[in-house]
């Protein structure tokens, strides 16, 4: 039993693999597509939130859908409207049409990856070692996907892309499958409670990844779009979205390795302030080749953030609960990605003022990180005195 749920486990992280190169192949390079149509900045601004508006509508009912024991639907339902999404991109003629498959897209993310998270939460080993790598499958996705995607673009065009990815999430799907026949899970459909979410350690995690999604989100649309704008090759554009890709993976590697031996908090304190200081040095002259060193800083400090806050947000609910966890902590990126880059682009106009607007959204998630750090500091040590 114990190997059929080891081998499940590393089936469903090569779904996941699968299914997240897939959307980090063309994240970087749809703000481009976009322009390539003829979108101008206030429309490129709303591909995004095209996106996550859907997610965000749909990630919490899928958490609940999870507790009651519907992940294989929602797995499956999840690729398939993915793959329709990449059919539109494909054929798509205008910004309007993009648009459509964006909201399908959201759809079929908020459908898997809460689904995803929450396959891991029922590992035969323990959860945070399974959260971790989960982790890092999407952190390696992360890293192959701009260079897979840029490369392709470069070779083949973007109609090319979307026939790749779509048979990627066709794979994803058919080792879900596979892996659901072996995973052993509760189905006394025990029920979630809101009210299990009341935990602050919860509630700190959630709002630190929806500050950080504020300035991500932006960065990864309007750094794009403006290289496209102001005649900067593909290839600076692809280097900088890969060397983040690559050392975030590292990042997360260390994190999966040594997962008994750190303190999430301090991780993910440390980790927020690198990725914001790696993004504001970029910001200051996004076409310079500087920009390549400073993307470290921005891989490695996403790498220690994402991982440290999904691992102190769901060990933080009660196992009954942790599906409707999964899918209203993962739909605070997506509240991220609605408001940050419209907000972003009517504080700043244009898509480098935008970009350097989106640092100053993001900066109240890190001292609300050291804020619960030090107080709870001060906790442990009268606790001790005691």
């Known amino acids: 039993m114990v190997l059929k749920e080891h081998t499940s486990e590393i089936i469903f992280n ?40 859907t997610a965000i509508s749909f990630r919490p009912l899928s958490g609940f859908l999870i507790d009651r024991g519907r992940l294989k639907l929602l797995i499956i339902a999840g690729v398939f409207l993915t793959i329709m999404a990449q059919i539109i991109y494909g054929l798509s003629n205008s910004i309007r049409i993009v648009y459509i498959g964006r909201i399908i897209h959201g759809l079929g993310v908020a459908l898997f990856i809460p689904a995803s998270i929450y396959t891991a939460t029922v590992a035969g080993r323990g959860v945070a070692g399974a959260l971790a790598w989960r982790s890092t499958m999407i952190g390696l996705a992360a890293t192959l996907g701009p260079a897979i995607g840029g490369m392709v ?66 960065f990864t649309l309007f750094l794009p779009a403006y290289h496209k704008i102001a005649g900067v090759d593909i290839t600076l554009t692809t280097l900088i979205f890969t060397i983040i890709s690559l050392f975030n993976l590292i990042s997360r590697i260390i994190i999966s390795l040594l997962i008994n031996r750190i303190r999430f908090q301090v991780v993910a304190a440390i980790g927020y302030g690198m990725a914001l200081f790696g993004v504001l040095l970029i910001a200051v002259d996004p076409t310079s080749p500087q ?81 619960h750090i030090t107080l709870t500091s001060i906790h442990i040590d009268k606790t001790q005195r005691k």
């Open 14 to 53: 090569v779904a996941t693999l699968c299914f997240f190169i897939s959307l980090h192949s063309i994240s970087p390079y749809i703000s481009r597509y976009a322009v390539f149509l003829g979108a101008v900045e206030q429309e490129v601004a709303l591909l995004g939130p095209a996106l996550s508006a």
């Open 153 to 218: 673009i470069g070779l083949y065009g973007y109609q090319t892309l979307f026939i790749f990815t779509s048979i990627l999430l066709t794979v994803s799907a058919l080792l879900s499958l596979i892996a659901l026949k072996n995973l052993r899970y509760a189905r006394e459909n025990r029920r979630g409670y809101l009210g299990d979410l009341c935990r602050v350690e919860f509630a700190v995690a959630s709002t630190a990844i929806l500050c950080y999604s504020l300035m991500y989100n932006s």
């Open 291 to 371: 920009v390549l060193m400073y993307a470290i800083a921005t891989g490695i400090g996403g790498g220690l953030l994402i991982p440290s806050l999904q691992v102190i947000a769901i060990l933080s609910i009660e196992g009954r609960s942790r599906g409707i966890a999964s899918g209203i902590y993962t739909a605070m990126f997506d509240i991220g990605n609605i408001i940050g880059p419209p907000t972003a682009m009517y504080l700043g106009s244009t898509y480098l003022e935008a970009l350097r607007a989106s640092i100053c959204l993001t900066s109240p998630g890190l001292a609300i990180l050291l804020t």
